[in-house]
């Protein structure tokens, strides 16, 4: 068992990482907020030129690992867009992406998006998106479904853990982000992170964060290698 990620796929997250920088950074998140309606527009061609449709993580372990990572650098940036979503798109549909809906009332954040949607249930009932509600808060949005199947089984681990691996992301962004605060603010004279109290709350954090991203590595070990404990 290898849970970290390859040296390729490590490079092919920092790549991205560079990529959405120059791409504006967190000023991505700004305009699209402003106007959901440009979310594609926003990031859509940075994701084409580092080649994030063309990844298999699907069937190809490669493809897997550098999913994962594009997903992580697109949560380090708060990436306005569903990346995980449209990686996790199953091949016999004819579908741009698919989410992970709970069975009543089902929601995504693709609102602003022209995409096609497929969703699928725990229970591995999958449906097509027909309609969309109101847009709300970090692009959320009422979904209409048509159910099509029950085979979603073997797309939920993607479905779930690819998300995850974005969320992971904006873990390492928020801990930098506290860290970089706490150094530069002082009280008393003293910068914050001289205090003992502060001390102890960051190597809390660090110490969440860290299982946290081996938690991620092994669901993503786990849906590459087909066990059921990527759904756990």
């Given at each position: ?86 990686l996790a798109r199953p091949t016999d549909l004819d579908v ?71 969320l992971l992301g904006m873990v390492d962004r928020a801990l930098e982000l506290t ?54």
């Amino acid at each position: 068992m290898i849970l970290d990620l390859s040296d390729d796929a490590k490079e092919y997250g920092r790549q991205a990482l560079r990529a959405f920088e120059s791409a504006g950074g967190d000023q991505l998140v700004q305009q699209a907020e402003a106007k959901p309606d440009t979310r594609e527009g926003l990031v859509g061609g940075v994701l084409n030129e580092l080649g994030a449709w063309d990844l298999d993580a699907r069937t190809d372990a490669d493809g897997l690992e550098a999913a994962a990572a594009l997903c992580r650098s697109a949560g380090y940036w708060a990436v306005p867009y569903p990346v995980a979503e449209r990686l996790a798109r199953p091949t016999d549909l004819d579908v741009d992406g698919l989410v992970a809906v709970a069975p009543s009332q089902p929601t995504a954040a693709v609102g602003g998006l022209e995409s096609r949607w497929a969703a699928v249930t725990l229970d591995g009932v999958r449906s097509v998106v027909t309609g969309y509600g109101a847009t709300g808060p970090a692009f959320v949005t009422p979904l209409e479904l048509a159910e099509t199947d029950r085979d979603g089984a073997a797309d939920l681990p993607l479905a779930l853990v690819l998300p995850c691996w974005t969320l992971l992301g904006m873990v390492d962004r928020a801990l930098e982000l506290t860290i970089a605060h706490v150094s530069l603010r002082k009280q008393f004279g003293q910068t914050l992170s001289s205090f003992q109290g502060v001390q102890f709350q960051l190597t809390d954090a660090e110490v969440e964060r860290s299982g946290l991203d081996i938690l991620a590595k092994y669901a993503l070990w786990s849906a590459g290698s087909g066990k059921p404990e990527a759904l756990v």
